[in-house]
């Protein structure tokens, strides 16, 4: 049983539907997948879509690139960075993507694959057996499953179920997303230091791109869905150059959203017996290092593996954090790290610490 087919649950269903599991999902949501935003697949993210054979049916509905350019406050070009690319000398270093579309392409493969997954469902009691855990759905229903899986995002309800804490961290920034048309010079990733605060652009297909904004020095707020893009608008006013372009397309916009930089991270075990925590409910970095994603897939791939190798579900499971947690840990902690350059203005050692960061999440998992 997993809980949540975001991105680690449905990873994970796939994975382990393939080692010979009977895999059921609960979702909370709807079955619609989720709108919003789009998401930055860096090399990782499509290094472990090749491994669920998902990689090309990304490249072909998203947006295939492989470099950030960087501009100055003054609008200025101010360097190229080249990432690496972890699927091939002839395939792209990273790709944007919609939320729904790797939505689509990972519930295909899911249902390919036999998983069920359940819409509109949670768990609302767990009660660990010798070998079984016991799972009450909200729906009434129960099951008695040899694994708990709790990919179910950074509020996680099964981490809290399974006796697992952490806290959740504000580090004074919220993030945009708008949905834009792509300009045609938006071939890459183009990243904007602003006097205050951040901002960039990521194609997401031919037709589509989205800005993001990181705004600096705030408190966590709501801002009504009506004075979402005017205000958006407002705060790319002090980006000069190709930063007023993206302002104008910001006015065409169909979805703007606006959410509070948070990070988690699970300390001690990630389990209780058969139960675990996965993606953004262990490991949740701030989304600066666009890599949240990767982790979660990685994930996925990981536990399956783990759980394969040992005789037993606890021992995979125990295995499977331990092979995880430096990896996660140095994200999250790098993210944490940027954000705080970010805030205090100091664009230069962000970036060479986004490049270092790269480069370690390049190495194998
Ligand atoms: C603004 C923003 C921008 C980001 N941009 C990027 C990016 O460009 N690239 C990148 O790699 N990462 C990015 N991330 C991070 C990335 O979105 C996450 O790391 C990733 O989605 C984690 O996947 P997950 O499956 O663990 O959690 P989620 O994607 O959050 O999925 C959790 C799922 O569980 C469901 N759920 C929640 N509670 C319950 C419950 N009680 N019962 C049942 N189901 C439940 C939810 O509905 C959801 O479907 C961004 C994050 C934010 C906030």
Known sequence: MIVGAGVAGP????????????????????????????????????RALDKLGLSEACLAEGYGMSTVTHVDVNGEPAGEARLPRLIGAR?????????????RVLYAEAERCGVTVRHGVTVAAVDQEEEL?????SDGTDRSVALLVGADGIRSSVRGLLGIETSLDFHGQMVWR????????????????????????????????????TENGVERSIVPDAELAPR????LE??????EEIRSLVAESESVVRRPVLTALVEGPWNRGNGVVIGDAAHAPAPQMASGTALA?????VLAQELGRHESVEAGLQAFAGRRGRRCRRLV?????IAALEQAQRHHEAYALVDSCHRFMAEPV
């Open 91 to 103: 395939r792209p270093a990273m790709a944007g993507i919609a939320r729904p579309v790797l939505h």
């Open 232 to 235: 958006l608008r407002k705060l």
């Open 133 to 137: 855990i016991r799972v009450r759905l």
């Open 11 to 46: 990873a994970a269903a796939i994975a382990l539907a393939r080692g010979g599991w009977q895999v059921e999902i609960a979702e909370v949501g709807p079955p619609e997948a989720p709108s919003g935003w789009g998401l930055c697949l860096t090399g990782p993210s499509l």
């Open 333 to 337: 902690e790098t993210s944490v790290a």
């Open 238 to 243: 002090t980006f000069p150059g190709r930063g």
């Open 297 to 301: 897939l990685e994930d996925g791939l």
């Open 178 to 213: 708008a949905l834009v048309p792509r300009p045609p010079w938006a071939t890459g990733i183009h990243q904007f230091a602003g006097k205050a605060d951040t901002a960039g652009l990521v194609p997401l297909s031919d037709g589509q791109a989205y800005v993001f904004l």
